[in-house]
């Protein structure tokens, strides 16, 4: 399976993105669950959110709980992250990642979308 991560850019703080994950091969995109991470400069990558293969659950890390949604379009093939309220801390290179059901880990990933939050 194929993921490309798309939608970052520069925004002020206080602004709001959308990142977009197209999924695209290997089985169909509902046989997933997609997780979307973050690598900020000179940092580990880290979770930022997920959503199950049906939508019907989603998790969050901490910072960005009731500022982040996580969605899912199965019929696009697409899977969301919307992003109010951002701060220069969200500032990273955002990916997308597969996890097909039954798996233990994400097995597939795309490439990143650098989101920067500056005054």
């Known amino acids: 399976v194929q993921l490309q991560a798309s939608g970052g850019g520069l925004v002020l703080p206080g602004d709001s993105l959308r990142l977009s994950c197209s999924v695209s091969?290997?089985?169909?995109?509902?046989?997933?669950?997609i997780g979307w991470f973050r690598q900020a400069p000179g940092k580990e990558r880290e979770f930022v959110a997920s959503?199950?293969?049906?939508?019907?659950?989603?998790d969050y890390t901490g910072s960005v709980k009731g500022r982040f949604t996580i969605s899912r379009d199965n019929a696009k093939n697409a899977v969301y992250l919307q992003m109010n309220n951002l701060k220069s801390e969200d500032t990273a290179v955002y990916y997308c990642?597969?996890?097909?059901?039954?798996?233990?880990?994400?097995?597939?990933w795309g490439q990143g979308t650098l989101v920067t939050v500056s005054s």
């Open positions: 959503i199950t293969s049906n939508g019907g659950t989603t």
């Open positions: 091969g290997g089985y169909s995109v509902d046989y997933y669950a």
């Open positions: 990642a597969a996890q097909r059901i039954g798996a233990l880990r994400y097995g597939y």
